[in-house]
């Protein structure tokens, strides 16, 4: 099977809508023409900057603007960061993903210092993944000459559906930024998120956006939304683990050699739906008890799962060769302070707004 970069919304809507077996049958098969069906990767989500965040993304309780009980923290410190990667590192993780609850990098002493946390975890023989937001190709030429294996920027849903999420920014911003890590020899990390009262139309609309890149995204994360008081999606129902394996079998399906990773929302998985998962062409999981700022199975019930099922975790560095770091003082780039017009759409939309006014009724009360 050769991989496809002309799938349309009909034929992904066909492969979704399958007889479940059928589905899980053809998107098993697949999986194992591409990778080891025994093996998963075990990655580690550090939120090194939580909270205060401009952006107004509908499912995300780092929004400075909605009223939810996450607490933000500054930029975390090298040192800080290394000592988590050592115990993920002791714990079986092969990638650490480094989130900053930013709209868009800008060149200055946080982003050094960032680069710098790249260098340090790639010299630990670990694939480093950050996710900050819109990059510049400058940016992205930095990070991956610091050592970054991954970039990780979620086009979250369809480009339609995108305009009920998030008004502070738009879909094409995405596009470029991933755009802008392509230029560059770092791998793409692009996904999404279901249950937020998308249509299955949109969950395919998002699965064309991704399968239709060209290389498609190395690896594409599958959430499923942890609906946290205060967001303007509280009150949406859980998404069903049938919908869910649904989901990562059609990406497994349209996308075959792309790593799939299940993220948020496994808490609220049975260890039997996990496994379809795995069956269904996921191989990665989120370890830890936190994820950014949700919560994640543990990590020794994860490793009981694990034994169960008879995984084993995946190797650093098997799907993509392991990036050389290059010292900040031997860098060939340097920061160019660019101030890039990211867009700014500003429509309203109703929940967020209402999120919003929540949090300042009760703030004033
Ligand atoms: S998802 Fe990211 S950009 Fe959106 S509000 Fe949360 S931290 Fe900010």
């Given at each position: 099977m050769t991989t496809r970069h002309d799938w349309t919304k009909e034929e992904i809507l066909k492969i979704y809508n399958k007889p479940f077996m059928e589905l899980l049958y053809e998107a098993a098969t697949v999986h194992r023409q591409y990778h080891d069906p025994n093996t998963v990767q075990v990655s580690t989500l550090l939120s090194i900057k939580t909270g205060g965040c401009p952006e107004d993304c509908g499912y995300c309780p780092q929004?400075?603007?909605?009223?939810t009980n996450v607490e933000g923290n500054d930029l975390m410190s090298v040192h800080q960061v290394k000592a988590q990667a050592l115990r993920a590192k002791a714990s079986g993780s092969s990638r650490v993903c480094m989130g900053a609850a930013w709209r868009n990098v800008k060149d200055g002493p946080e982003f050094d210092q960032v680069l710098e946390m790249v260098r340090t975890i790639n010299k630990l023989d670990m694939e480093v993944c950050c996710t900050l937001g819109m990059v510049t190709e400058n940016q992205a030429k930095r990070l991956a000459e610091a050592g970054l294996y991954a970039y990780n920027h979620n086009l979250d849903t369809s480009e339609e559906y995108y305009k009920e999420v998030i008004s502070t920014r738009g879909y094409e911003d995405r596009l470029q930024t991933i755009e802008n890590v392509r230029k560059t020899n770092v791998t793409v990390c692009s996904g999404g998120i279901i249950g937020m009262g998308e249509s299955i139309e949109d969950r395919a609309g998002m699965l064309v956006a991704l399968s239709t890149l060209n290389p498609q995204p190395e690896s594409v994360p599958i959430n499923a939304l942890v609906a946290v008081d205060g967001t303007p999606m509280e009150d949406q129902k859980p998404v069903e683990?049938?919908?869910?394996?649904?989901?990562?079998?059609?990406?497994?399906?349209v996308m075959p050699q792309t790593q799939v990773r299940l993220s948020a929302g496994r808490t609220g998985m049975s260890r039997e739906g996990q496994a379809m998962c795995f069956f269904a062409g996921a191989n990665s999981i989120f370890a830890g008890d936190k994820l950014l700022t949700t919560p994640n199975p543990d990590v020794n019930e994860d490793m009981e799962m694990f034994r169960q099922l008879g995984l084993n975790p995946q190797k650093a560095f098997v799907k993509a060769p392991q990036p050389q770091t290059v010292e900040a003082m031997d860098s060939e780039y340097v920061a160019m302070g660019e101030k890039p017009k990211w867009s700014r759409p500003g429509h309203k939309i109703e929940r967020n707004e209402a999120a919003k006014h929540k949090g300042s009724l009760v703030s004033e009360d």
């Open positions: 929004a400075a603007r909605y009223h683990i049938w919908e869910m394996v649904r989901m990562v079998a059609t990406t497994r399906i």
